[in-house]
């Protein structure tokens, strides 16, 4: 096929050099666009007991979690554990969580988080749900933000390299997904010189149910074996409609970093999701075997595994008008929607402009037909047919485009190490400033929906060199807020982050901050293993199996005192925490545990597995400072001899075995108890 002419390319021995002078270059050009010293700490400063103005969820990249952090501040608030296991608090340990890491491929305790997405309605943030996804073995995650805490974990099937995703739809109809390693499809053993005939890509469109979130998979679409790299969705005027950039359209397969750098153009692939629907409604798509896990935490507070068996999988060729591909120079990275819904902004890592597509232009050449060709049955529109314009000389490789809703733009320029603000007027560039260094990601408080809130920018730094004080080989990844409600942008804060943020998004605080859940209602729990009274504490064999089902709160556990479990027995401490007060929750861990500790909230009944490796008396404590008789809360288990003897009792109030002594506390203990005393703090 024909390809379109390319205005400009950025040279592979000037992306070299370009790696190694941005970081001088950017440190000379940089001292004038921060602002003074003391109007920035003023714009960040949040006092004492004071709340932050957003809310911002920073993927985590290989750690595999989600941050959360205050804007303008900058202040770590939570760490929410997802993809990987976390022993600060038992996910992925107790058996309540272990099955949210289930796969086809089996337990995956790892993956590495790219995109935090809020949910929305008529595309504004609603705060409802964060999605995020699994890059390594192929997952979305959903978040429910009235406790911050992970409740469903969807497997994505024919998928490798989860990287385009989970951007939502103007209403949640959709989280997409795409692989950005295209593979044999279906998966079978062939050779990777194979990689042309045998190879494809899988767009994945995952319905959620509005009223609860819960994710299904609605279908599949086959594409050619590119790489798909991100997305977003319409709006607006281009609801109904998803964006794809693909580079690799030589399709080949060893050092990339030459052999998908060839052409001139890559593609944004444009999916036409409404069609698709309508092309699956009248049994277009064939039904495909595939096997994946579907993870949810149900209303008893237990995750539970659902196998999915197969998808629908649609292909373009018996779904007209499904796909068109829009030339994009070159390998883009980012396609972002403007709120209007009217421009697609494009990031080509090696483009020398931002090439900004008009979705009313590339509606007018599909009815024309301005087509230069097709790839495997796709249309393939004319570059000058779709264009909206290009921003000249932005700097050196874009990657991402977010947006202030006041007719702005921002892109992050990786190689030169910059923010471009320009215009969507007329693509005119009208200011940029420098960050430290090689900015990846940006992200605008709803910068990516129909109203943003443009106060701020936040760069998601690539590397970090002489920013923070030195920590051995491995430094911290870097964060910066820039104050952009003037004409030029002001930087403010630097911060460090955890993992490698790949992307952010934020929204005003107080969307969230008052429909936080503060405690389970103990009254409420379902777990079968749960005791809400000290009264029904106890301690059951079945064969090996010993099940100790206890309490927890300030400052003892109920039964502290446990005898008769033998080597060999598998022990789970079923612990349920019995306070009903904001922020008082109750940690466990025992001698000898291979897994974690569990951290128990207010109302919550959690389970951790040990199994005893040597005869002895080992002690448990509770892990997490909670009154000023923390240091008393702990207790002891007796192991015995396989075949002993020794008789299986502990102490409670119903057991006759032992008394338990009643606690005599005085007026001031009481109160430092009841209130977890400054002591404890």
């Known amino acids: 096929m024909s390809r379109p002419a390319f205005r400009g390319r950025v040279p592979v021995a000037l992306v070299?050099?370009?790696?190694?002078?941005?970081?001088?270059?950017?440190?000379?050009?940089?001292?004038?666009?921060?602002?003074?010293?003391?109007?920035?700490a003023e714009k960040v400063y949040v006092a004492p007991g004071k709340y932050d103005e957003f809310y911002a969820f920073f993927s985590g990249g290989f750690d595999g979690q989600v941050g959360v952090y205050g804007l303008p501040s900058g202040r770590l608030l939570k760490h929410v554990p997802v993809f990987?296991?976390?022993?600060?608090?038992?996910?992925?340990?107790?058996?309540?969580?272990?099955?949210?890491?289930?796969?086809?491929?089996?337990?995956?305790?790892?993956?590495?988080?790219?995109?935090?997405?809020?949910?929305?309605?008529?595309?504004?943030p609603d705060g409802r749900w964060l999605f995020i996804n699994g890059n390594n073995t192929p997952r979305i995650a959903r978040l429910d933000l009235t406790r911050f805490e992970t409740e469903?974990?969807?497997?994505?099937?024919?998928?490798?390299?989860?990287?385009?995703?989970?951007?939502?739809?103007?209403?949640?109809?959709?989280?997409?997904?795409?692989?950005?390693?295209?593979?044999?499809?279906?998966?079978?053993?062939?050779?990777?010189?194979?990689?042309?005939?045998?190879?494809s890509g899988v767009l994945s469109f995952v319905r959620v149910d509005s009223a609860t979130g819960h994710m299904a998979i609605a279908f599949q679409i086959r594409m050619p074996g590119f790489d798909y790299d991100l997305s977003h969705s319409g709006k607006g005027p281009s609801h109904g409609w998803s964006f794809f950039t693909s580079y690799n359209s030589e399709e080949g397969n060893s050092k990339l970093e030459v052999s998908a750098s060839q052409n001139d153009k890559d593609y944004i692939a444009a999916i036409n999701w409404m069609t698709a629907e309508k092309c699956v409604a009248q049994n277009k798509a064939v039904q495909e075997p595939a096997r994946y896990a579907h993870n949810l935490i149900g209303d008893d507070g237990i995750a539970r595994t659902e196998w999915g068996s197969s998808v629908k999988m649609l292909t373009p060729t018996?779904?007209?008008?499904?796909?068109?591909?829009?030339?994009?120079?070159?390998?883009?990275?980012?396609?972002?929607?403007?709120?209007?819904?009217?421009?697609i902004v494009a990031g080509g890592k090696l483009a020398t402009v931002?090439?900004?597509?008009?979705?009313?232009?590339?509606?007018?050449?599909?009815?024309?037909?301005?087509?230069?060709?097709?790839?495997?049955?796709?249309?393939?529109?004319?570059?000058?047919?779709?264009?909206?314009?290009e921003v000249q000389n932005p700097g050196l490789g874009p990657l991402h485009t977010e947006f202030d809703g006041k007719g702005n733009a921002y892109t992050s320029m990786f190689l030169s190490s910059e923010i471009v603000k320009w215009s969507l007027k007329d693509f005119k560039v009208l200011d940029r400033a420098p960050t430290y260094y090689s900015v990846g990601h940006l992200m605008i408080p709803g910068g990516d929906s129909r109203k943003p809130w443009g106060k701020y920018a936040l760069a998601l730094n690539k590397i970090t060199k002489d920013r923070y004080l030195p920590t051995g080989p491995e430094l911290t990844q870097s964060a910066q807020l820039y104050d952009i409600s003037g004409d030029r942008m002001k930087l403010l804060l630097d911060?460090?982050?955890?993992?490698?943020?790949?992307?952010?998004?934020?929204?005003?605080?107080?969307?969230?901050?008052?429909?936080?859940?503060?405690?389970?209602?103990?009254?409420?729990?379902?777990?079968?293993?749960a005791v809400k009274s000290e009264m029904k504490t106890r301690v059951e064999r079945q064969g090996k199996v010993v099940h100790v089902l206890m309490t927890s709160v300030r400052s003892h556990f109920m039964p502290d005192k446990i005898e008769g479990i033998q080597l060999g027995d598998t022990v789970f401490f079923h612990l349920t925490n019995l306070e009903q007060d904001w922020d008082v929750p109750h940690g466990f861990a025992v001698t000898g545990a291979n897994n974690a500790?569990?951290?128990?909230?207010?109302?919550?009944?959690?389970?951790?597995?040990?199994?005893?490796?040597?005869?002895?008396?080992?002690?448990?404590?509770?892990?997490?400072?909670?009154?000023?008789?923390?240091?008393?809360?702990?207790?002891?288990?007796?192991?015995?001899?396989?075949?002993?003897?020794?008789?299986?009792?502990?102490?409670?109030?119903?057991?006759?075995?032992?008394?338990?002594?009643?606690?005599?506390?005085?007026?001031?203990?009481?109160?430092?108890?009841?209130?977890?005393?400054?002591?404890?703090?």
């Open 84 to 124: 990987s296991q976390n022993s600060e608090n038992g996910w992925g340990y107790s058996e309540q969580t272990k099955p949210m890491l289930a796969t086809s491929y089996g337990f995956v305790p790892w993956d590495d988080a790219h995109h935090p997405e809020l949910s929305q309605t008529r595309g504004v």
């Open 597 to 681: 500790e569990l951290l128990m909230m207010p109302g919550q009944t959690r389970t951790l597995m040990w199994v005893p490796q040597r005869v002895g008396v080992f002690p448990f404590y509770c892990t997490d400072f909670c009154s000023a008789l923390h240091q008393e809360m702990q207790g002891y288990v007796r192991v015995s001899p396989r075949g002993s003897k020794v008789e299986l009792i502990w102490n409670s109030p119903t057991h006759k075995s032992w008394k338990v002594p009643q606690l005599q506390a005085s007026g001031e203990e009481h109160e430092a108890s009841t209130h977890g005393g400054e002591a404890g703090r």
């Open 152 to 199: 469903e974990i969807l497997e994505i099937p024919n998928s490798a390299g989860n990287h385009s995703s989970p951007f939502v739809t103007e209403n949640n109809e959709y989280v997409v997904a795409g692989t950005r390693f295209s593979v044999p499809a279906p998966q079978r053993d062939v050779s990777i010189e194979n990689y042309k005939q045998d190879f």
């Open 495 to 529: 911060f460090p982050t955890i993992g490698e943020p790949h992307y952010a998004q934020a929204l005003p605080a107080e969307m969230l901050r008052d429909r936080q859940l503060k405690m389970y209602s103990l009254k409420d729990n379902k777990d079968p293993y």
């Open 354 to 389: 931002i090439p900004v597509h008009s979705f009313s232009k590339m509606q007018r050449a599909i009815a024309d037909r301005a087509f230069s060709g097709e790839i495997h049955g796709i249309p393939v529109l004319k570059y000058e047919a779709t264009m909206a314009g």
């Open 16 to 40: 070299i050099i370009g790696c190694g002078i941005v970081l001088g270059a950017c440190s000379r050009a940089g001292a004038s666009r921060v602002g003074d010293t003391g109007d920035a």
């Open 318 to 343: 018996a779904c007209p008008g499904l796909v068109y591909y829009l030339p994009t120079p070159k390998s883009p990275h980012g396609v972002d929607v403007d709120p209007s819904g009217e421009f």
